[in-house]
């Protein structure tokens, strides 16, 4: 065989196994991520299935910020969770440009929220409860109740608007002042009726 030729099986060969190597050095990274911790934010689920554009679809239910949670694996653009003893998956749909283990950072944090929450105005405190927002929210308050915003779409977080969704149809923009505080919304009557605690 020619030096040629075996340079061409060698490339051959080489090309599966920097994938495979590739594959491996992922899975074990996604096997060292399992951890337990708590639901940084509201989020909605249909009993299996939570996505991240967090629609408030009929059927679905609403699971507490700061209820506890256990990361178990990851699978094609979800997060593997068992919430109180049942198992379901967060879905990374439409945020694709961060990896499974920093959407799973976003979503299961090790650090209790309820503590935060506990001293915050009790106006603020009753709109996270309800999943809503108010005006002189922090950022950090909004995603608690709303949960993060599609990075699809919204890429810079300090940006001063975030869109969200009540559904595909239902769009609201959240407009922070420049101190970082909820100044208003924007949005139709029906959507800010839901969403909005003036």
Known sequence: MSLRSNRRASARFAAPLLALAAFAA???S?????????????LRSDGSWISDSNYAENGK???PVGTPTSVTGYGRHRVNVRIDDARQAIGNDYSR?????DFAKRYVVTEDPAAKIATYPAKIQDAIKRAKITP??????V???????????????ESNLWRYWM?????FQVQFDDAGRVREITTD?????????P
Do not use: H
């Open 143 to 157: 995603l608690m109740s709303l949960g993060y915003p599609i990075s699809s779409e919204n890429p810079d977080l």
């Open 189 to 197: 009557p029906n959507t800010r009726n839901l969403v909005w605690v």
């Open 26 to 28: 992922t899975a074990s």
């Open 61 to 63: 239910r609403v699971i």
């Open 167 to 171: 559904s595909s149809f239902a769009e």
């Open 136 to 141: 002189g929210m922090s950022r950090e308050q």
């Open 97 to 101: 440009d961060i990896t499974l283990v």
């Open 30 to 42: 996604f096997a060292q991520e399992k951890y337990d911790g708590y639901l940084c934010c509201n």
